[in-house]
């Protein structure tokens, strides 16, 4: 009885790792960073987490189901680059202007949704439809899809977005603006699809074992390919609110997101093997890298102590990964 | 074996280009039979449940189901029917917990406003928990992941998850091998309860022991072919090693295979 019940605490604890970390560290720099303690850092730390939580959704799901996809931070460069030149009016810009006005909202979106979700599309066309590996398969995404965002904007940049857009990423919500918002409520969305609807059962299932999927009657090849379509689809919008955000883009826009999204998802407790993971833990795992950005960034240490702890944390988090199951192993 | 068979396999053929897998294989499973099939490595055995299991389309032949002509084009149709193969370890996901399994690709599910499926729970672990204690299998907890029960567990889970869907004829791919003596135990008196609902069971086994515990009769497949097809009683480990090796037999000639080496 007495171990079953140290068991079950001991699985408790390391299935909530990741909010274990940021509550430590939360209270840590609220008590020895000058300055961290206020509502401004934590709705700033909020903020940030924005554009990496958004394209980490897509990752984690990816991931969670057994695969991999590399390409989302040059997706969301891609579609945050087409809603600039499209609805910027300086630059690169084309101005484009709709009547009435608010219509670009939902307009610009769909649009930023369906350039991620072709790229998605296209990934899952070289993976499942003819069997390449995943990995070399987004890498090489990662690369031209980028490519392509210097291409379409010659390597110059797109300004002033239309103020019907922007609107969005100025005007807050209990001191987080409507963007960081955005971002939770595709949390909570994708967390209750993860958890709670047989796609994320799937998904979850296929991650695990995808022969024993199959045998099962799920379509494996089906829903792998619109993981990959929420992967693009998710990671556009990423793009979108980074152009909202930025109100334009440049061809370098969101560069390095992808490792920072790598490490919220590994950090947040998903599985690099497949079938373990938990979108709220990879939420977690994005506001720990966003608190201890700030907390460098108030203590006046050089950025690039940043990247140092960046890859030790996610080290500490597959090391962590590693010992979990030997932890289990010895409760079990 | 009276009345129609559950499973008749009638002149199977199966050619991977210049090989032929299979060579005129026929036979059959009636309801509540359990059947071993045997053979050597490279005899055509898992070919043939393959073909029986969906998935594989053989190149000659005939299989009647259930009293349907027919082939499986996938596992899932062939699962869709009532036909069910259980490999080692290969059909559960040992992620997720025991209900996740019990119910993998069936979920109960509720329109959430006539649009959004949800999961139930609830439900579906009462189902479980019925259809486990109805087996006389003990789990400790259904909401434990599958990676933490013991060989024996996973195998009561699945062979309950076949009889609770209403499988009619399961194929069990060397289902004791990594268990031990115990839980093989429990493992063949599950398989009888299995039988004894109607539902036909082929084993494919090297354990001849384990053959001859469980099973009513005994199938050898040798080069693509059936070389014996005889109830358990009326015959013996030695006489069955022959018929997989395809030495000579001593004593009784075999009925299924009339075509020794004449002088």
Request: with cysteine; net charge positive.
């Amino acid at each position: 009885m007495k171990s079953s019940r140290q068991r079950a605490i001991a699985e408790f604890v390391l299935d909530h790792l990741v909010w274990f970390m940021l509550a430590v560290v939360l209270i840590a720099f609220s008590l020895f960073v000058p300055n961290f303690f206020q509502i401004g850092i934590f709705a700033n730390i909020v903020e940030q987490s924005t554009f990496v939580g958004v394209m980490a959704i897509g990752l984690a799901i990816v991931i969670i189901a057994g695969h991999m996809d590399l390409s989302v931070e040059s997706t969301a460069a891609l579609a945050a680059m087409v809603t600039g030149i499209l609805f910027c009016s300086r630059g690169i810009g084309l101005g484009l202007t709709l009547t009435p006005e608010w219509l670009v909202l939902p307009v610009s979106l769909l649009i930023a949704l369906s350039v991620g979700a072709v790229i998605g599309f296209l990934n899952g066309v070289f993976t499942i439809k003819l069997g390449m590996n995943a990995f070399i398969v987004t890498l090489a995404s990662y690369i031209w899809v980028r490519g392509l965002v210097v291409a379409i904007s010659g390597g110059r940049s797109a300004q002033d977005l239309s103020p019907s857009l922007r609107v969005i990423g100025i005007e807050q919500l209990l001191f987080v603006p409507l963007i960081a918002w955005i971002a939770i409520l595709c949390y909570v969305i994708f967390s209750f699809i993860m958890g709670r609807t047989p796609f994320g059962r799937h998904v979850t299932l296929i991650g695990g074992n995808a022969v024993a999927a199959f045998r099962a009657g799920i379509k494996v090849d089906r829903l792998m390919f619109i993981a990959f379509i929420i992967a693009g689809a998710v990671a556009g919008l990423a793009g979108w609110l980074l152009a909202i955000r930025t109100s334009g883009a440049t061809a370098n826009l969101g560069t390095g997101m992808l490792f920072n999204a790598f490490a919220a998802v590994v950090i947040g407790g998903v599985s690099l093997k497949g079938g373990v993971g938990k979108l709220p833990g990879v939420y977690a795992g994005v506001l720990l890298l966003s608190s201890i950005h700030t907390a460098i960034n108030l203590m006046g240490l050089p950025a690039h102590y940043t990247q140092v702890i960046l890859g030790l944390l996610v080290l500490a988090a597959v090391l962590l990964d590693t010992l979990k199951l030997q932890i289990r192993q010895r409760f079990a | 074996m009276t009345g129609s068979a559950l499973l008749e396999l009638a002149d199977i053929r199966m050619n991977f280009g210049a090989i032929e897998a299979l060579r005129g294989v026929s036979f059959r499973v009636g309801r509540g039979e359990v059947v071993a099939l045997l053979g050597d490595n490279g005899a055509g055995k898992s070919t043939l449940v393959k073909i029986i299991s969906g998935g594989l389309k053989p190149s000659a032949g005939r299989m009647v189901f259930d009293g349907a002509e027919r082939f499986f084009a996938t596992p899932a149709e062939a699962k869709a029917q009532g036909i069910e193969t259980v490999y080692q370890d290969l059909s559960l996901c040992t992620n997720v917990d025991v209900v996740g399994n019990f119910f993998m690709g069936r979920e109960i599910v509720k329109k959430w406003m006539g649009l959004i499926p949800v999961l139930q729970e609830k439900e579906m672990e009462k189902v479980v928990a019925d259809a486990l204690r109805n087996a006389g299998t003990r789990i400790p907890s259904l909401r434990t992941n599958v990676e933490h029960l013991s060989g024996g567990q996973r195998q009561a889970i699945e062979l309950n998850r076949f009889a609770h869907w209403g499988g009619k004829l399961v194929l069990l791919d060397e289902p004791f091998a990594a268990l031990g003596v115990e839980q093989t135990r429990r493992g063949l008196d599950l398989i009888k309860r299995i039988a004894a609902q109607g539902i036909g069971v082929i084993i494919i086994t090297h354990i001849m022991t384990q053959a001859f515990q469980v099973a009513d009769r005994i199938v050898v497949i040798r080069q693509g072919q059936v070389a014996g097809d005889v109830p358990t009683r009326e015959t013996s480990p030695d006489q069955v090693v022959g018929m997989i090796t395809g030495e000579a037999f001593h004593g009784r000639t075999q009925e299924a295979r009339p075509n020794g080496p004449n002088p």
